[in-house]
């Protein structure tokens, strides 16, 4: 079923900013301790209507054929956020990269938050 693997770039392949964030945002939902992708908070720009892509969960960039992909996540409130942010890092440069066999340079991960569980926490006897 591998017989039409592609090993490099092709050429005349356009791949939508879209299309690699759908990819990116995939691939977070296995990763351990990860909440849920938020927009980016609102700044001046986006408060002004200056740019549409500033309230955007995903953000995409691409320069001489080499992606920067910057991801809004919250994280679980149990969850070691160093640790979960590198998991995510990997995570997405490996998805986009094995899919669209286009290089990703960088990944960011911007935690907006820690999401807190519903349940009523048990006092400690101190």
Do not use: C, W
Request: aromatic share 2%.
């Amino acid at each position: 079923m591998n017989n039409n693997s592609i090993s490099g770039p092709v050429s005349g392949l356009v791949i939508s900013d879209e299309v690699i964030a759908s990819i990116a945002l995939g691939a977070i939902k296995d990763v351990p301790g990860v909440g849920k992708p938020v927009p980016r908070p609102a700044d001046m720009t986006s408060v002004a209507g200056l740019f549409e892509k500033t309230q955007k969960t995903v953000e995409v960039s691409k320069a001489d054929n080499v992606y920067s992909i910057t991801l809004h996540i919250t994280v679980n409130e149990d969850a070691k956020i160093p640790v979960v942010a590198a998991e995510v890092q990997k995570a997405v440069k490996n998805a986009v990269q094995e899919m669209t066999s286009m290089v990703v340079s960088k990944v960011n991960v911007v935690i907006a938050g820690v999401e807190i569980s519903d349940a009523p926490n048990q006092e400690k006897n101190d």
